[in-house]
């Protein structure tokens, strides 16, 4: 018995044959990405504009409700700028970080796919980077 015998559905032996990649493949390589980040190394200002933006590299859109962030451990409400496959997240702190401190950022989203990215990064505010 040749393949597309022993697959259910013509479509379905079609696409293997024609080299497409199974539905659950495709889903195992999709990710959300971190294309942009900043500030990266120093900022000048206490009050950094920190933004990054995602993308999902399966077309899925990015749930906006889902997006979390945390500046130096502590959740933050960011905007969201953007709809779709991809998204700039973009927060100001409304107080002054420390000065010649580093500083992390936690950045979590996820698609509509439920695909789960992450971006991680520390800059420093003050005239040098420690790192």
Known sequence: MNECARLTGLLLCG???????PANTRAQNCALEASEWAPRGTARTARPRITVTFSSTCGA???????????????VMPKTEGTGTTVE?????????????????VVKARDV??????????????????R
């Open 15 to 21: 696409l293997v044959l024609a080299g497409a990649a």
């Open 89 to 105: 997240i973009v927060y100001t702190p409304q107080m002054a970080l420390v000065e010649e401190e580093d500083h992390t950022v």
């Open 113 to 130: 796919k439920g695909t789960v990215g992450e971006k991680t990064w520390t800059f420093h505010i003050g005239d040098t980077y420690s």
């Open 61 to 75: 859109a990015i749930d906006p409700a889902s997006i979390q962030m945390t500046v130096d451990d502590e959740a």
